[in-house]
């Protein structure tokens, strides 16, 4: 077992928030980071039905994150804050020639500015700790796939966020990481494949619990080093 040192860390464990903590992915990573004994405030719609601390906001809308997250610094609740999981993320399906502006700026807002504010309204805490960002990306190596252009391009954004913030706050000490998963066996991805008119079989595809224990890994990293890019991918 690894026993953390970075500054902010130790016998306590930390402070994680964790987007799209409602299902899915998040909803597996809050358990398994409440099981390892970190203090866990979820960040999104209908927070309240978690046993975790919540923060109700909309994620379409990050021009309204500031507020909410700043009431809650101001009250001391995240100042303690060590890391940030967005784990958050809508899929339409559409091509170029059907997707309207307003399904743009939704998917835009939820899979990549939302993440982009929360992780700078949290740097504060995130730079006094030494702390650590997680974008959960999509599956690795994914590039154009006709008839899910803004689904791709958020993820591209998504990338590329992530690669410019961690050579933004290396200097501070901030570690940021972008996990691909593979197929995941979520409600979200047996939509997708069903509008796609693609099989999906949750038993060919990795468990959420599993993905989770992954994360939970990747922020137990010792103090020399560290995954600034995890793929992962469904066994044989």
Sequence with gaps: ????QRRGWGAAMGHVLVTGATGGIGGALVGALVEAGHRVTAVGRDVGRLNVPGIEVDLT??????????ALEDAR???DVQALVHCAGISPVAAVADADPETWRRTLAVNVSSAAELARLTLPALRRSHGHVIFV?????????ARWSVFIASKAALRELADSLREEEAAHGVRVTTIYPGPTATDLLGEVRSTFGRPYDPELCIRPETLAAMIVWVL?????AYAC???VLPSP
């Design 137 to 145: 990306n999509a599956a690795p190596g994914m590039t154009g796939v």
């Design 1 to 4: 077992m690894i026993t953390l």
């Design 61 to 70: 809308e990050p021009g309204t994150l500031a507020a909410s997250v700043g």
């Design 220 to 224: 137990s990293a010792p103090p020399d």
């Design 77 to 79: 609740e995240l100042g």
């Design 229 to 231: 890019e995890l793929s």
